[in-house]
């Protein structure tokens, strides 16, 4: 879609929403417009009469986009949005993914070794449950953008939303359920003040392994978010490029 | 949700949500079709700029009473269509009421004197 490029370069400029907001809106104005300029020409008005009917009728007016930018700009999608930017950050990729790499190194060997499953509290069961969840969630939506090749980008996006709320929930739960077991270890101790040393020692081990899963859960969702995100995108960015691409001159 | 008046300070934007939510009552709708709806319905009385219809329907469908879906169908590549949803039904119900009562309400008020 070539036509009224000038005119996209203008709006996107004018249109103050954070991407990929403004991508999708362009995208939608871009198909409208194509769909009127064909209806004035199949009614047999000139080329240039239907571009400028066109856009007289669904280019939007200054008050029309204000509308628009306070609809997108609530507080929630500005902090997704600018994660959205960080995600496009190579080097915040990369320091997580050493992060994650670190985590796995220490964590690993006594989780393969099953220390950490035999020490671990009540809590690390759901941390456990939701961390399945989470990677069927990321494998679902990395089939659909590597393997099955869809760039539907909205349906990726509302996915890619739900891990980061699975990794978030996994931090909670783990730092939460921490934090209950050291209450249930003080009222024992209460209760029998002589294994005190015994209780703390077992409240520690018990945490360690439910904050240890939880911890490296959160963070290997985080980068499959991260990684996704970025490239859902760099898809919407290639589609509002192709719209904003220069007008090639008539032969 | 709130129960929905129509005020003389927001006709205009009410009026447009009325149009647009009837006009996706009758079926799903991209932008030009919806256009085209309430222009051959209302035989042109709601000339309006479509360009003026984006932030409405985007509004509505951050309430969830609409829905926006992208498809790649058709020989003019990928596009958005609109439907109503089922709260989105039960709000034009409302909204229709609110009209029905205004539009009573002006007719007493405008009613030609006989004397």
Redesign the interface.
């Known amino acids: 879609m070539t036509r009224f490029n000038e005119a996209f370069v203008e709006l996107s400029a004018r249109l103050a929403i954070p991407q990929p907001a403004r991508s999708r809106v362009l995208l939608e104005i871009a198909a409208d417009m194509e769909d009127f300029y064909q209806a004035f020409v199949a009614e047999g008005l000139p080329e240039e009469e239907a571009r400028r009917r066109t856009l007289e009728q669904v280019g939007p007016s200054d008050e029309a986009l204000q509308d628009l930018v306070e609809v997108h700009s609530t507080t929630v999608k500005r902090a997704l949005d600018s994660f959205s930017e960080q995600a496009r950050s190579r080097w915040e990729r990369g320091l997580l993914a050493a992060l994650v790499l670190f985590a796995l190194v220490i964590g690993g060997p006594p989780l393969i070794a099953g220390r950490l499953l035999s020490g671990m509290s009540s809590f690390a069961w759901p941390v456990l449950f939701l961390a399945a969840v989470g990677v069927a969630i990321g494998a679902a939506r990395v089939y659909s953008l590597f393997i099955k090749k869809d760039h539907d980008t909205r349906r990726l996006r509302s996915g890619l939303n739900l891990l980061l709320a699975v990794a978030t929930i996994e931090l909670l739960l783990g730092f939460g359920g921490a934090w209950v077991d050291l209450f249930l270890t003080v009222t024992r101790i209460l209760d029998d003040i002589e294994s005190s040393g015994i209780y703390l020692f077992d409240w520690m081990l018990k945490s360690s392994a439910t904050l240890c899963f939880s911890m490296i859960a959160a963070m290997l969702l985080a980068l499959t978010w991260m990684v996704l995100s970025s490239r859902v995108a760099a898809i919407e960015e290639a589609e509002t490029a192709l719209l904003l691409r220069p007008r090639a001159p008539k032969q | 949700m709130t129960k929905v008046t129509v005020e003389t300070q927001n006709l205009t934007r009410s009026c447009n949500e009325l149009l647009i939510l009837s006009a996706l009552e009758r079926g799903p709708k ?3 079709e919806l ?2 709806d309430i222009e051959e319905r209302g035989a042109g009385t709601f000339g309006f ?4 219809l ?3 329907l ?2 509505l469908e ?1 309430k969830r009473l609409i829905r926006g ?2 498809s790649n169908e058709g020989p ?5 269509s609109y439907e109503l949803t089922g709260r989105g039904r039960k709000y034009l119900e409302e909204l229709r009421d609110s009209w029905e009562a205004f539009s009573a309400r002006l007719s007493t008020v405008i009613e030609r004197s006989h004397s």
């Not at chain 2, 700029?49 to 003026?52: A, I, N, P, V, Y």
């Not at chain 2, 003019?76 to 958005?80: H, N, V």
Request: proline share 5%.
């Open positions: 991209h932008g030009y256009a085209l700029k479509h360009g003026t984006y932030p409405i985007h509004k951050k879906a992208w003019r590549g990928k596009r958005k």
